[in-house]
């Protein structure tokens, strides 16, 4: 949403929703061809007329018209296209925020384009879902509030692909995380440019500590236990036993919060990505 000026008599906002990048253009070609014949606005008002219209207004209002779609175009031009594809021999119910979810039989593939700037975005599977024709139900693992298309996080255990785009220098982080635990191997890989793609693979369910198992999952050693040894809520936690279990079996992946160093990667803005599940 768009708040223009304010005409000066009135006091309403004025308001222009551009849906989609053709509005956005279609609004702006518009203004451009109503600020060509602007002088003829400068009559439109007496004294006498309350709803005026200032020309001083007016000029505002093109230039932010303009400071918006110049943005819109920006951002519409540096999307990121994500190809989230389910090679599990089972079904899953892909999610992503931003994007929503959607099922996934073994083969099938769901695509999304994530906005430039985004910050903190997710994918990950959830598996053992039921959902009805209206999308409501649950899932085993990974379930976002009990609906088919996500709007918040997954509940653990859920693998994570992990991402920040157009950030620092104009990179894109990305990662894959275990920080809440392990459902479905994973691999998180750019389909453009020459940056490496990362990748968790390992039977980290069948291999599961037992104090960490549950139904269709293995989880972080912080769900279970909720201590700062695990959180890391104060800030000053390290690897442990539980951790280097993560680690050593999926070395690209985060094993614990603080697992900053050897975890993230980056790639140039604009880069493709494919999320894989069970490569």
Request: charged content about 15%; proline content about 6%; aromatic content about 12%.
């Amino acid at each position: 949403m768009f708040p223009g000026q304010s005409n000066p008599m009135s006091h309403h906002i004025l308001a222009v929703e551009f849906s989609t990048f053709s509005d956005a253009l279609t609004i702006f070609s518009t203004t451009q061809a109503l600020y060509k014949h602007a002088h003829i606005l400068k009559k439109i008002h007496t004294p006498s007329t309350p709803h005026n219209i200032t020309m001083k207004s007016f000029n505002i209002f093109c230039v932010s018209v303009f400071v918006f779609v110049s943005t819109f175009l920006v951002y519409s031009t540096n999307a990121a296209t994500f190809n989230i594809r389910n090679n599990c021999p089972y079904t899953v119910w892909a999610a992503a925020v931003p994007g929503g979810g959607r099922r996934l039989d073994r083969g099938q593939t769901w695509t999304i384009n994530v906005n430039a700037g985004t910050t903190g975005g997710r994918v990950w599977a959830r598996t053992g879902c039921n959902f009805d024709g209206n999308g409501r139900g649950s899932c085993q693992t990974g379930d976002c509030g009990g609906v088919l298309a996500c709007t918040g996080y997954g509940r653990p255990p859920n693998t994570l692909a992990e991402f920040a785009l157009n950030q620092f220098q104009n990179l894109d982080f990305f990662d894959i995380s275990l920080v809440d635990g392990f459902n479905v191997p994973m691999d998180f890989s750019p389909t453009t440019g020459s940056c490496r793609g990362i990748r968790c693979t390992a039977d980290i369910n069948g291999q599961c500590p037992s104090q960490l198992r549950t139904t269709g999952g293995c989880n972080n050693p912080c769900t279970v236990f909720q201590t700062d040894q695990y959180c890391c809520n104060s800030g000053n936690c390290g690897p442990t036993d539980f951790s280097r279990f993560f680690k050593q079996r999926c070395p690209d992946a985060y094993s614990y919060p603080k697992d900053d160093q050897t975890s993230t990667f980056t790639c140039p803005g604009g880069t493709n990505y494919n999320v894989v599940f069970c490569p």
